[in-house]
């Protein structure tokens, strides 16, 4: 059984992702975390991870399903283009 070293990572320390209040109060909660920062219509900044996912935050299943779900976005945004490089 594979085994990890999360406690004793230095950068680390066994840490997780916890909801407060303030995120809410200064607009960095989960839903605007999750947001791609588009720059001249290109998602560069794309956030995935447990700390992320809007209902199963601090989770292993969350980081997945939020990865999931960013990709698909990614996905999305490059048939998009090419779809449109195609057609013209």
Known sequence: MPKTKWL???WIKGSY??????????GSGLNELAEPVYVDG???????GEAVHPSH?????????????QA???????????N????K
Not at 72 to 82: N, T
Not at 84 to 87: A, G, K, L, P, R
């Open 72 to 82: 698909a976005l990614l996905h999305q945004y490059i048939m998009k283009e090419q």
């Open 42 to 48: 290109v998602p560069r900044i794309i956030l995935a």
């Open 17 to 26: 992702c916890h909801i407060t209040p303030e995120c809410d109060h200064s």
């Open 57 to 69: 935050y601090s989770t292993t299943h969350g980081a997945f399903e939020s990865g999931q779900q």
């Open 8 to 10: 004793s990572n230095p």
């Open 84 to 87: 449109n490089s195609s057609n």
